[in-house]
Protein backbone atom coordinates (compact mmCIF):
# COMPACT_ATOMS: atom_id res chain seq x y z
CA UNK A 1 0.00 0.00 0.00
CA UNK A 2 1.42 3.76 -0.65
CA UNK A 3 1.53 6.10 1.04
CA UNK A 4 -0.91 8.03 -0.41
CA UNK A 5 -3.29 5.05 -0.18
CA UNK A 6 -2.90 4.92 3.49
CA UNK A 7 -3.67 8.88 4.05
CA UNK A 8 -6.68 7.99 2.16
CA UNK A 9 -7.37 5.00 3.88
CA UNK A 10 -7.17 6.64 6.83
CA UNK A 11 -9.39 9.70 6.26
CA UNK A 12 -11.83 7.54 4.95
CA UNK A 13 -12.08 5.39 8.09
CA UNK A 14 -12.00 8.58 10.58
CA UNK A 15 -15.50 9.75 9.02
CA UNK A 16 -17.68 11.19 12.09
CA UNK A 17 -21.24 10.75 12.08
CA UNK A 18 -23.67 12.40 10.21
CA UNK A 19 -25.54 14.77 12.29
CA UNK A 20 -28.68 15.86 11.63
CA UNK A 21 -29.58 20.01 10.28
CA UNK A 22 -31.33 21.77 13.10
CA UNK A 23 -34.64 22.05 13.12
CA UNK A 24 -35.77 25.84 11.77
CA UNK A 25 -39.73 25.46 12.02
CA UNK A 26 -39.31 27.51 15.13
CA UNK A 27 -38.97 30.29 12.50
CA UNK A 28 -41.69 30.12 10.51
CA UNK A 29 -43.60 31.83 13.35
CA UNK A 30 -47.12 34.02 12.58
CA UNK A 31 -47.65 35.49 9.23
CA UNK A 32 -47.79 39.55 10.05
CA UNK A 33 -45.72 41.10 12.76
CA UNK A 34 -46.98 43.20 14.96
CA UNK A 35 -47.28 46.72 14.09
CA UNK A 36 -46.88 47.74 17.99
CA UNK A 37 -43.53 45.75 18.17
CA UNK A 38 -42.25 48.03 14.61
CA UNK A 39 -43.21 50.94 16.15
CA UNK A 40 -41.41 50.31 19.38
CA UNK A 41 -38.29 49.08 17.71
CA UNK A 42 -38.22 52.07 15.04
CA UNK A 43 -38.63 54.70 17.90
CA UNK A 44 -35.46 53.22 19.62
CA UNK A 45 -33.63 53.36 16.73
CA UNK A 46 -34.54 57.00 16.26
CA UNK A 47 -37.33 56.82 13.64
CA UNK A 48 -40.67 58.61 13.87
CA UNK A 49 -43.73 57.00 13.27
CA UNK A 50 -47.18 58.30 11.79
CA UNK A 51 -50.32 56.02 11.54
CA UNK A 52 -52.67 58.00 9.11
CA UNK A 53 -56.09 56.99 7.61
CA UNK A 54 -55.03 58.76 3.96
CA UNK A 55 -52.68 60.43 1.60
CA UNK A 56 -54.31 63.65 2.85
CA UNK A 57 -52.95 63.21 6.55
CA UNK A 58 -49.55 62.12 5.31
CA UNK A 59 -49.09 65.20 3.27
CA UNK A 60 -50.45 67.86 5.88
CA UNK A 61 -47.97 65.78 8.44
CA UNK A 62 -45.29 66.08 5.60
CA UNK A 63 -45.91 69.99 5.04
CA UNK A 64 -46.13 70.69 9.24
CA UNK A 65 -42.44 69.16 9.30
CA UNK A 66 -40.82 70.44 6.50
CA UNK A 67 -42.94 73.25 5.32
CA UNK A 68 -43.01 73.77 1.31
CA UNK A 69 -40.24 75.97 0.11
CA UNK A 70 -37.76 72.58 0.56
CA UNK A 71 -37.22 70.27 -2.53
CA UNK A 72 -39.36 66.92 -1.68
CA UNK A 73 -39.22 63.85 -4.34
CA UNK A 74 -41.58 61.20 -4.96
CA UNK A 75 -42.86 59.04 -7.63
CA UNK A 76 -46.07 58.43 -5.38
CA UNK A 77 -48.75 59.90 -7.57
CA UNK A 78 -51.06 59.99 -4.49
CA UNK A 79 -48.16 63.19 -3.52
CA UNK A 80 -47.19 64.68 -6.59
CA UNK A 81 -48.78 67.89 -5.07
CA UNK A 82 -45.55 67.86 -3.01
CA UNK A 83 -43.13 67.89 -5.43
CA UNK A 84 -41.72 70.41 -8.19
CA UNK A 85 -40.16 68.51 -10.09
CA UNK A 86 -40.78 64.82 -11.45
CA UNK A 87 -38.34 61.93 -10.15
CA UNK A 88 -38.62 59.83 -13.22
CA UNK A 89 -37.50 62.67 -15.24
CA UNK A 90 -34.23 62.91 -13.79
CA UNK A 91 -31.76 61.42 -15.52
CA UNK A 92 -28.08 62.79 -13.73
CA UNK A 93 -28.58 61.71 -9.80
CA UNK A 94 -26.20 65.22 -9.66
CA UNK A 95 -29.48 66.81 -9.54
CA UNK A 96 -30.61 64.92 -6.35
CA UNK A 97 -27.90 66.82 -4.76
CA UNK A 98 -30.24 69.08 -2.79
CA UNK A 99 -33.47 67.24 -2.10
CA UNK A 100 -34.51 67.61 1.62
CA UNK A 101 -37.12 65.09 1.73
CA UNK A 102 -38.07 61.84 0.01
CA UNK A 103 -41.23 59.88 0.15
CA UNK A 104 -41.05 56.03 -0.99
CA UNK A 105 -43.33 53.48 -0.42
CA UNK A 106 -41.82 50.31 1.01
CA UNK A 107 -43.14 47.47 0.32
CA UNK A 108 -43.06 45.73 3.89
CA UNK A 109 -41.48 46.23 7.46
CA UNK A 110 -39.69 43.67 9.89
CA UNK A 111 -41.04 44.51 13.50
CA UNK A 112 -38.16 42.99 15.01
CA UNK A 113 -35.67 46.05 13.78
CA UNK A 114 -37.94 48.50 12.69
CA UNK A 115 -36.72 47.91 9.08
CA UNK A 116 -38.47 48.48 5.73
CA UNK A 117 -37.72 46.75 2.32
CA UNK A 118 -37.49 48.75 -0.82
CA UNK A 119 -36.44 48.27 -4.11
CA UNK A 120 -35.24 50.44 -6.78
CA UNK A 121 -38.90 50.44 -8.22
CA UNK A 122 -39.96 52.61 -5.56
CA UNK A 123 -37.11 54.35 -5.13
CA UNK A 124 -36.52 55.30 -8.73
CA UNK A 125 -32.79 56.40 -8.55
CA UNK A 126 -30.07 54.00 -6.11
CA UNK A 127 -29.39 56.98 -4.41
CA UNK A 128 -32.48 58.63 -3.25
CA UNK A 129 -32.82 57.07 0.14
CA UNK A 130 -29.47 57.79 1.09
CA UNK A 131 -29.21 61.18 -0.39
CA UNK A 132 -32.00 62.95 1.29
CA UNK A 133 -31.42 65.19 4.29
CA UNK A 134 -35.02 63.33 5.80
CA UNK A 135 -36.47 60.49 4.84
CA UNK A 136 -40.37 59.03 4.47
CA UNK A 137 -41.68 56.10 3.80
CA UNK A 138 -44.87 54.84 3.44
CA UNK A 139 -45.92 50.90 4.50
CA UNK A 140 -49.85 49.34 4.95
CA UNK A 141 -50.34 48.26 8.29
CA UNK A 142 -50.81 44.55 7.54
CA UNK A 143 -47.15 44.61 5.58
CA UNK A 144 -45.29 43.65 8.47
CA UNK A 145 -43.46 40.32 8.96
CA UNK A 146 -42.27 39.24 12.40
CA UNK A 147 -38.73 38.84 12.08
CA UNK A 148 -36.10 39.02 9.39
CA UNK A 149 -36.31 35.32 8.46
CA UNK A 150 -39.99 36.06 7.31
CA UNK A 151 -38.41 39.21 5.28
CA UNK A 152 -35.90 37.15 3.43
CA UNK A 153 -38.31 34.44 3.03
CA UNK A 154 -40.39 37.08 1.24
CA UNK A 155 -38.32 38.37 -1.08
CA UNK A 156 -36.26 35.11 -1.51
CA UNK A 157 -38.25 34.29 -4.99
CA UNK A 158 -38.70 37.94 -6.19
CA UNK A 159 -36.66 39.44 -9.26
CA UNK A 160 -35.27 43.11 -8.04
CA UNK A 161 -32.22 45.34 -9.51
CA UNK A 162 -31.47 47.02 -6.68
CA UNK A 163 -33.20 46.57 -2.58
CA UNK A 164 -32.27 47.41 0.65
CA UNK A 165 -33.59 47.06 4.18
CA UNK A 166 -33.24 50.59 5.92
CA UNK A 167 -33.81 50.82 10.23
CA UNK A 168 -34.47 54.85 11.53
CA UNK A 169 -32.02 57.57 10.22
CA UNK A 170 -28.58 57.05 8.85
CA UNK A 171 -26.29 56.84 12.43
CA UNK A 172 -22.54 56.16 13.33
CA UNK A 173 -20.67 55.68 16.78
CA UNK A 174 -17.48 55.23 15.19
CA UNK A 175 -15.94 58.79 15.44
CA UNK A 176 -14.36 58.72 19.03
CA UNK A 177 -17.44 56.52 20.48
CA UNK A 178 -20.29 59.14 20.33
CA UNK A 179 -23.11 58.70 18.15
CA UNK A 180 -23.71 60.71 15.42
CA UNK A 181 -27.01 60.76 13.63
CA UNK A 182 -27.18 61.82 10.10
CA UNK A 183 -23.55 60.79 9.25
CA UNK A 184 -24.26 58.89 6.02
CA UNK A 185 -27.28 59.76 4.83
CA UNK A 186 -30.70 61.00 6.08
CA UNK A 187 -31.01 62.53 9.29
CA UNK A 188 -34.42 61.52 9.95
CA UNK A 189 -36.71 59.02 9.13
CA UNK A 190 -40.31 59.09 9.43
CA UNK A 191 -42.65 55.69 9.08
CA UNK A 192 -46.50 56.83 7.91
CA UNK A 193 -48.39 53.34 8.55
CA UNK A 194 -51.30 53.47 6.50
CA UNK A 195 -54.47 51.97 7.42
CA UNK A 196 -55.98 49.65 5.45
CA UNK A 197 -58.81 51.00 3.29
Known sequence: MTSREKILAAVQANQPDLTALPDLSGFDGQAFGSLAQFAEVLTAVGGKIFHVANY??????ILAQYGSGVRIVTQLEELKKLTRDNLESLSQIHDLHDVEVAIIAARFGVAENGAVWITEEEMQHRVVPFIAQHLAVIIHED????????????IANTTYNFGTFIAGPSKTADIEQSLVIGAHGPRSMT???LKNS
Do not use: L, N
Open 191 to 193: VFV
Open 56 to 61: AAIIKI
Open 143 to 154: AIVPTMHQAYDR
